[in-house]
Nanobody, 120 residues
Framework: VQLQASGGGLVQPGGSLRLSCAAS????????VGWYRQAPGKQRELVAA???????NYAGSVKGRFTISRDNAKNTVYLQMNSLKPEDTAVYYC???????????????WGKGTQVTVSS
């Protein structure tokens, strides 16, 4: 199982980006998926998460600006980021609890990060 994060880039304050986290491999089910970020000199923090049932939760700093969603048919989770601020600058990582085919439990996977830079 692999996770591939994409969609980062350079954007001006107030702009938008959409990140994608695509899972591939011998997947039986994808449970909770989360987006994390890590800014230079800071600890990695949870930005948003979505369960297999579609329940979501957000960090207070992004609530109302970011939206997490999932397309189960494509094994992909998205993070729509609007009204971006310079303090959103970080490397963004996706994390998923994935049950592989033939394995009776889920395992934790991380994708490689994608850089988001918000600057004028």
């Amino acid at each position: 199982v692999q996770l591939q994060a994409s969609g980062g880039g350079l954007v001006q304050p107030g702009g938008s980006l959409r990140l994608s986290c695509a899972a591939s491999g011998s997947i039986f089910s994808i449970n909770t998926v989360g987006w994390y970020r890590q800014a230079p000199g800071k600890q990695r923090e949870l930005v948003a998460a979505i369960t297999s049932a579609g329940s979501t939760n957000y960090a207070g700093s992004v609530k109302g600006r970011f939206t997490i969603s999932r397309d189960n048919a494509k094994n992909t989770v998205y993070l729509q980021m609007n009204s971006l601020k310079p303090e959103d600058t970080a490397v963004y990582y996706c994390n998923a609890d994935v049950q592989a085919i033939g394995v009776p439990y889920g395992m934790d996977y991380w994708g490689k990060g994608t850089q988001v830079t918000v600057s004028s």
